[in-house]
């Protein structure tokens, strides 16, 4: 159990996300601040698969591309990288509602999520 809890920790340390473009916006302290708070929904949806701890100590990069719809659901468009990462990676994120979050609707995000021991 506290090994599972220490690998929780490192993952959550160790995923980078990235986001690329940079939108043009009236309040950019607005689109910053629920950005940020996105950035913290997927941080903490998106842990590390529970099947794949006795992998060897090796890294995988799963490379995502998505948006926000009208409804608030994240839309995958674009996912690459190992396929078993990229598809937990994938479940985790088309369950989540992004709530009040209309100012980054239909905008794109690219995250980068570095799984690893």
Do not use: C
């Amino acid at each position: 159990m506290k090994t599972n809890n220490i690998l929780k920790g490192l993952v959550a340390v160790i995923i980078v996300m990235i986001t690329l473009p940079g939108f043009a916006s009236n309040d950019p302290t607005s689109f910053n601040s629920k950005e940020s708070r996105m950035k913290r929904i997927v941080s903490a949806a998106v842990d590390f698969p529970v099947s794949m701890e006795s992998q060897s100590d090796q890294k995988f990069v799963v490379t995502v591309d998505f948006n926000v719809d009208s409804e608030g659901h994240v839309v995958v468009n674009e996912i690459s990288g190992n396929p078993t990462y990229t598809m937990h990676v994938k479940e985790k994120l088309e369950k989540l509602v992004m709530k009040k979050m209309s100012d980054l609707v239909g905008k794109s995000f690219v995250y980068r999520f570095v799984f690893s021991k």
